[in-house]
């Protein structure tokens, strides 16, 4: 049973344009949320959190917005750079330390 | 400054053979977690664990499976007698600890990648 699902598997968009990835989860204890990205080959990068007593959390480029009540986060990557194509994954945690992982969504920013 | 540490980074092992993976956090963090990713597949939580302390083991299979993290030296993961489902990306991360919860944001190393032949 899938508690943290990312229904798009892959996204492709122009530079410059905005990337938007998309996450739905099903656990209403998760109370923490943070968005990784991962290379291949490498391990998961941290990029940003937020937690459920916020509904906006942006830092540079990236921006994370949480719908708690539709169980539902975005990422927003804007300008998109051909250096943000990877693999990115949506976690969820609670007041344990547990991640629980989507799978994935891959990002191709196109020149 | 340098990030959390794994070794080897790719393991070959044959059916029945032992396979053990080492992780160093980073300095300053002294709590370590183990995920392991399939093919096609997220990061499923294995172990969470302090030093000399298994925290949370939950994600662990019963069997052939143990963690440890001792006083001095690396987290280990050792997967006794392996079989073809274990072949897989293992994944270490730490934390401080000096926040509660998930807000103890994890810091990832690069994986060992396991091949069981």
């Known amino acids: 049973d899938q508690q943290v699902k990312q229904n798009s598997p892959s996204l492709s968009v122009q530079e410059g344009r905005i990337s938007i990835l998309n996450c739905d989860y099903t656990n209403s204890m998760f109370d923490y949320f943070l968005w990784y990205k991962k290379y291949p080959a490498e391990g998961p990068t941290f990029l940003i959190s937020?937690?459920?007593?916020?509904d906006k959390n942006e830092d540079g480029r990236f921006t994370v917005f949480l719908n708690k009540s539709a169980k539902h986060l975005s990422l927003h990557i804007v300008p998109s750079q051909p250096g943000d194509s990877a693999v990115y994954f949506c976690s969820c945690g609670g007041s344990n330390y547990k991640l629980t992982f989507g799978k994935g969504t891959l990002l191709t920013v196109n020149p | 400054n340098a990030g959390v540490m794994q070794n080897p980074r790719h393991l070959v092992r044959r059916r029945g053979q032992e396979a053990r993976l080492r992780c160093s956090p980073m300095k300053g963090h002294s709590h370590v977690y183990w995920y392991r990713q399939l093919p096609e597949e997220g990061l499923k939580f294995m172990v969470y664990?302090?030093?000399?302390?298994?925290?949370?083991e939950s994600g662990m299979p019963k069997e052939r499976f143990s963690a440890e993290f001792p006083k001095e030296g690396p987290s280990i993961l050792r997967i006794q007698q392996v079989v073809r489902g274990d072949s897989a990306a293992y994944f270490c991360a730490s934390s401080t600890g000096r926040t509660s919860g998930s807000a103890d944001t994890q810091y990832f190393g690069p994986g060992t990648r396991l091949t069981v032949l």
């Open positions: 664990l302090q030093k000399e302390n298994i925290i949370d």
């Open positions: 937020i937690s459920s007593i916020k």
